[in-house]
């Protein structure tokens, strides 16, 4: 097998429980929001779709 250490990285065993407890310390946090490669999808597609949800629960949040 041949590791290519420059490729494009993946998550490590423990990612989920990882990012359980990053979301767990922002439930007391209210208005801070944290959407990236880590949290669901590395594609681009996955970070510009979390992009756009993320932005419409910002926007519902100041207008209810
Ligand atoms: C070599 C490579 C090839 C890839 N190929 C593909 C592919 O073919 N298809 C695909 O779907 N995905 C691909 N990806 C994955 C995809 O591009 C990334 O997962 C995605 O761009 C990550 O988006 P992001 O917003 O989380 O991070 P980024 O796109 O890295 O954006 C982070 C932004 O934050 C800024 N920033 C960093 N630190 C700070 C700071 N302290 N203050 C202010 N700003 C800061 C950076 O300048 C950057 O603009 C590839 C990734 C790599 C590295």
Redesign the pocket.
Known sequence: MHLWSRA?HQYNLGHNSKLERINNGLKSLPGLYLR??YTGG????D?VRRGTEVATEIYQGLHT
């Open positions: 494009i990236s490669n590395i594609a681009l597609g970070c």
